[in-house]
């Protein structure tokens, strides 16, 4: 339990459409500056706020986060959101694995963050867990309205993000799947199975 009176759980939420190198590292980088005693990676079955691919299966996204995260102690890899179906709100993911005994921490990134007010229940969502954010990318510009928005929330509603330490690693899934449909080999930016689960289905072609 590391200490503390309640257990420590981490959500990461997204659409994994692949999971890549720059995902893992800041789900590592979550449980260890948060301490947390487990980190649920969460896999959506319909994102509210982006399309996703018509040929998507959110099966074979959460198979390949299972391959992603399968040497790391802790991690879960959950089908909640896609066992629920419809458009996955980060609510009612929150209210299902509430518990009395247990603090959750939610991961943005800095999308996220400048979005966070538009979200469904968001207010609702900054009373149920504590919200951490990662810098995607190394843009001043973009830092500077990350901190801007931050204090804003902080003004409104109390609620300060904390902020996980560590280097962007600037990879999207979209430049991954580029890559495959071009050809190009993906297998510096995405985990040894994941590469070889997206060749053997032939995903992304």
Known sequence: ???????????????????????????????????????????????????????????????MCELAFEDVDGVVISDCEILRGGKSYTYDTLKELQRPDTRLFLMCGTDMVLTFDTWYRFEDI??????????????????????????????????????????????????????????RDISGLVPEGVAKFIAENGLYK
């Open 1 to 63: 339990m590391n200490g503390f009176d309640h257990t420590r759980v981490g959500i990461y939420g997204g659409t994994f459409a692949p999971i890549h190198n720059g995902h893992v590292k800041a789900a590592k980088a979550f449980m260890e500056q948060m301490k947390l005693d487990y980190l649920f990676i969460i896999p959506t079955y319909l994102p509210p706020h982006k399309q996703i691919d018509e040929s998507d299966s959110p099966l074979y996204r959460l198979r």
């Open 126 to 183: 900054l009373k149920m867990c504590y919200p951490v954010y990662v810098r995607r990318e190394n843009d001043a510009l973009i830092g500077n309205r990350v901190v801007a928005k931050i204090g804003e929330y902080y003004q409104k509603y109390g609620v300060m993000f904390r902020k996980i330490i560590t280097e962007p690693i600037e990879i999207s899934s979209t430049q991954i799947r580029n890559a495959v449909k071009q050809g």
